[in-house]
């Protein structure tokens, strides 16, 4: 095997080559020559930065030398945390995460590290830093498996919140890691908590869990308000920073999830009960602009929700007024509008309406869809929306396609199609497939290459990542 020259051999190289004296080296790489000096006759290693400006000096790229680094100075030496999280920080910034997965791999031996290292993960969490906090977060996780602490749950918690994406698998399988834990959070924690798991489960569409998930944060937080008001202002408002929204948005939140289970199971006029609760905010006590923000948002939910599950369940005389409502809101800045428009689609296949000069209405907003980017750190808009972009271009294929409108319905069925194929929600990819495959008589040729095309494609991706023996050179 290759023998790799230490840092120091590299830099005594370095000055042979350059016929350069320590000092020199030292003047312009902005490192003190006494630290040099400690370093090569002391063995006492230069900080992270120290090395970064010696890095530069030598006309290398930017941590040429971290792998080297930390080898010596922190893989072969007794763990310093001194010099251990200035490594971590930069590590991060350079996006350095094998090298981070080494030093954590290195020091969580000792569980006296776990509490340092999580404090470390917070911090690069709140930079937005997620893969690198990530790997902390692991480590801290994996360290404290057998513990029953606080900090091993919000580990768990952060590990679920940065890992929930596109794939449905892998959100079930985060979400089903992650649910054992919510328990052991601060008690207020636990309400943002059981929030995200709930909108997961939206996303999945398993309505129990979502009921089962907001009966118990409708629960928790009816507690917490009441002890909200029984304390001291100065108390309420310290536990109030905790939470991502107001107290009181918890418990009405969970009459709108256990509205939409109502939806999904068919039961409209439950529904509305639901959302008559969550209209009726009078009970608040807070009038601050944060919560007046709130009540606004709820009201115009309600007011939305009341048409939808009244034309659900067959009263198509709120359509029109519906529609109009729908047109009042597209000039805003409204991730709320591919659910708005879901909803026509709904009733007009359910119901056999003819939506047409609607869709032609809306023919803008509907193919700005296809672009919308799906980044943000809300658990809601990251992971139910995307689901329900997919599920419109389902039902928008459906009723394009019953109509004979063959070109429109396949364009849409391809990117439902795709949409599902990246959240790996495999029900709907196959719904998809059945409905191409119903009406494929009607397909052109190019249209029926670019779908068996794509369907080989995702045959070809999941031999490949299983590894199956059955795939034929």
Request: charged share 25%.
């Amino acid at each position: 095997m290759k023998h790799t020259p230490t840092v120091l051999a590299e830099l005594d190289n370095y000055l042979k080559q350059n016929n350069l004296t320590l000092a020199e080296f030292a003047e312009c790489s902005g490192v003190h020559q006494r630290t040099l000096n400690n370093w090569i006759l002391k063995h006492r290693p230069v900080a992270i930065h120290q090395l970064d400006r010696m890095t530069l000096a030598m006309g290398l790229p930017e941590s040429f030398f971290y792998e080297r680094y930390i080898e010596h100075y922190i893989i072969e030496r007794s763990p310093d945390w001194r010099r251990i999280e200035p490594v971590l920080y930069r590590c991060a910034e350079l996006d350095k995460l094998e090298a981070i997965k080494r030093v954590v791999g290195h020091i969580m031996d000792k569980l006296l590290y776990s509490p340092k290292l999580f404090d470390a993960a917070e911090i690069l969490f709140a930079q937005g830093r997620h893969a690198a906090a990530l790997l902390l977060y692991e480590g801290v996780a994996e360290g404290e498996k057998y513990q029953h602490s606080e900090r091993l749950a919000v580990c768990q918690y952060r590990i679920f919140t940065i890992q929930a994406g596109t794939n449905q698998r892998q959100n079930l399988k985060a979400a089903t890691i992650f649910e054992a834990f919510v328990e052991r959070l601060d008690e207020i924690d636990q309400l943002d908590a059981l929030k995200d798991l709930a909108n997961v489960y939206r996303s999945l569409r398993l309505w129990d869990k979502v009921d089962e998930t907001a009966r118990k944060m409708k629960e928790k937080a009816e507690i917490q308000y009441s002890l909200e008001h029984q304390q001291k202002k100065r108390e309420r408002n310290e536990s109030e920073k905790k939470l991502s929204r107001p107290m009181f948005v918890y418990i009405t939140y969970a009459d709108l999830l256990c509205a939409g289970v109502c939806e999904a199971q068919g039961d409209y006029q439950q529904a509305l009960q639901y959302t008559y609760a969550y209209a009726n905010l009078d009970w608040v006590k807070e009038a601050d602009e944060d919560t007046r923000h709130w009540i606004g948002l709820f009201q115009h939910w309600a007011e939305v929700n009341t048409y939808v599950f009244k034309l659900l369940s067959g009263d198509i005389s709120v359509l029109h007024d519906y529609v109009e409502y729908i047109a009042a809101s597209t000039n805003k800045a409204d991730k709320e509008m591919v659910t708005k428009l879901l909803n026509v689609m709904f009733a007009a296949n359910r119901y056999q309406l003819d939506v047409s000069d609607i869709l032609k209405r809306f023919e803008t907003v509907i193919d700005s869809f296809v672009q919308q980017g799906q980044l943000s750190s809300d658990m809601y808009t990251k992971q139910v929306i995307p689901e329900q972009f997919a599920r419109f271009g389902y039902e928008l294929a459906y009723y394009y396609l019953y109509r004979g409108m063959h070109s429109d319905g396949f364009k849409h069925l391809m990117y439902s199609m795709i949409s599902y194929h990246t959240l790996s929600n495999k029900d709907y990819f196959i719904n998809c497939m059945g409905l191409f495959l119903h009406f494929r008589n009607h397909a052109v040729p190019e249209t029926k290459a670019e779908v068996f095309n794509f369907i080989e494609r995702v045959w070809i991706n999941n031999v490949e990542k299983n590894g199956s023996s059955d795939r034929r050179s």
